[in-house]
């Protein structure tokens, strides 16, 4: 291990306890608008903490899930943050769905990493709800999850929607994990969806030998999804698709959805090299960018709403290359590391850590939300970028 990966290891640790409170870890020790426990930041950091061997970190992971589980709506919903300073807790502007996931995911690997049955049996209904909630947003019956523009990380004027990659990977992940805590528990657990994975990767990965017909159960789906479906097919593939919106298939490389296909156990040997081939422009010279060519304002997918942009805080602005669009977030490097590192081994891995490093070094270990064509930008001090460091780090072994 190179004196800078180390270092990296031990300000990553550090930051992680500074970012620790009685009820969680704060999404950044530096910001405001972040020093508040917003759940889809919580989590994430708690896949490195759970890692650290450090009580106090994983008493931290602990502190978060009982927040979460206990600010929960009566459907299930976890929700985008918890200020616990002021007894407030809120379900974002335009609405949270991936939290719900996150949620049952960290919550198994915090059963496996300790086998605190006690705990697990306190969060165990919240699990099983939030399971439930996202089941119902199955909207259109193909047994995927549909979710609202920014309802996921992407919470700016950047977006998917419909059926996201990156949602239902979380999704299979997350019954998975329902279903590994509740065997630990002896609980009785039906997962609502017999195979979620398989759905994902039939449905964003196209094949010429399916047709769309075959995954909805009435065997009948609306023709010009079909056509996209046999379009799509027809082409050599390296990637799976962005999102289905409508009718539309969006065949932009989701950086960060295709990463957990593979840390998700969605994505099998052959499509994870595929994958990561494709990934690798995104990687440099920071990893890893959100997609590896910013989206025009004019693109015809509508994932940018411009309407949105214009009144947006600057600091938020999508404009090319900047925040979602484009730019190099550390945290989705953290990610892409860790999935390198697990379907290629930790020698194919320990370039790209190293470059995760010096990203989080720039602007002396400042930990920046993300990194643009000019620098380090965004809020500085970012706990999830110290928690995926270690999530990655973690997968290369000794």
């Known amino acids: 291990m190179s004196d800078l990966v180390s270092e990296a290891v031990a300000r990553s640790t550090g930051l992680l306890h500074d970012a620790a409170t009685q009820w969680g870890f704060v999404a950044s020790p530096a910001f405001d608008h972040y020093a508040v426990i917003w759940a889809r930041d919580a989590l994430i950091s708690s896949l490195g903490a759970l890692r650290s061997d450090d009580p106090d970190l994983i008493e931290c992971v602990a502190a978060t899930l009982d927040t979460l589980t206990n600010h929960a709506s009566p459907h299930g919903q976890i929700p985008a943050l918890v200020d616990p300073s002021r007894e407030s807790w809120d379900f974002a502007e335009g609405g949270v769905v991936d939290t719900s996931a996150w949620l049952p995911i960290v919550a198994a690997e915090y059963l496996a990493f300790t086998g605190d049955i006690r705990r697990s049996m306190r969060w165990w209904p919240a699990i099983e709800a939030s399971i439930r909630w996202l089941s119902y947003q199955d909207v259109t019956g193909s047994g995927l999850v549909s979710a609202a523009p920014s309802t996921d990380w992407m919470d700016a004027a950047l977006t998917r929607s419909g059926r996201t990659l990156h949602l239902n ?120 960018r959100t997609f590896p060519e910013p989206i025009s304002p004019a693109d015809s997918s509508g994932m940018l709403i411009g309407a949105v942009d214009t009144v947006i805080d600057p600091r938020w602005s999508n404009r090319p290359g900047r925040y979602h669009n484009g730019a190099a977030w550390p945290y989705v490097g953290g ?29 002396e270990w400042r930990f920046s939300e993300w990194v643009g064509d000019d620098g380090p930008d965004g809020a500085a001090r970012q706990t999830w970028n110290a928690g995926t460091f270690l999530y990655a780090w973690s997968k290369l072994g000794p």
């Open 169 to 288: 990977v979380l999704y299979a992940w997350a019954i998975r994990s329902a279903e590994a805590v509740a065997r630990s528990l002896g609980e009785a657990f039906a997962p609502p969806v017999a195979d979620v994975a398989d759905l994902v990767d039939t449905w964003f990965w196209p094949t010429p030998d399916r047709h769309v017909d075959e995954l909805y159960p009435a065997g009948f789906a609306h023709t010009a999804l079909a056509t996209e479906y046999r379009r799509l097919a027809a082409e050599h593939r390296s990637h799976y698709a962005s999102h289905i919106v409508h009718a539309a298939f969006v065949d932009r490389l989701d950086v960060l959805a295709n990463c957990l296909a593979i840390l998700g156990g969605v994505a099998g040997e052959e499509r994870s090299r595929s994958i990561l081939t494709a990934l690798e422009p995104a990687s440099s010279p920071w990893p890893s």
């Open 335 to 363: 990610f892409h590391a860790a999935a390198v590192a697990l379907a290629l081994g930790p020698a194919a891995a320990a370039p790209l850590l190293e470059r995760l490093a010096a990203a989080n070094e720039l602007g």
